[in-house]
């Protein structure tokens, strides 16, 4: 499985990105999208996930009702509407598929079985 990032770059405060995210490769039915990010000298954190069907939606709380996730299974893509955007937003963001097996969650970090390579959203004020 490959997942392939784009849409980062260089945005003011307050403007908006587009992430988007495409998968390839394997098989599989029913799995979770989401993205993490990951700062200069921090670890990589939870944003946003979606379920296969996308009746469930999780979304960390410093990014609750500035970003909104969303996926289309025939292309199996995820996407990620970032709004109103901050300083504190830069960082390189990646795409995730988490398979919802029993016990793990697709906002836990240790719990993700596939990594995108990443793409920068830089942030300036």
């Known amino acids: 499985v490959q997942l392939q990032a784009s849409g980062g770059g260089l945005v003011q405060a307050g403007g908006s990105l587009r992430l988007s995210c495409a998968a390839s490769g394997g098989t599989f039915s029913s799995y979770y999208m989401g993205w993490f990010r990951q700062a200069p000298g921090k670890d990589r954190e939870f944003v946003a996930a979606i379920s296969w069907s996308g009746s469930r939606v999780y979304y960390a709380d410093s990014v609750k009702g500035r970003f909104t996730i969303s996926r289309e299974n025939v292309k199996k893509m995820v996407y990620l509407q970032m709004n109103d955007l901050r300083p504190e937003d830069t960082a390189v963001y990646y795409c995730?598929?988490?398979?919802?097996?029993?016990?793990?969650?697709?906002?836990?970090?240790?719990?993700?079985?596939?990594w995108g390579q990443g793409t920068l959203v830089t942030v300036s004020s």
């Open positions: 995730a598929i988490q398979f919802g097996a029993y016990g793990r969650n697709p906002y836990v970090r240790d719990h993700i079985d596939y």
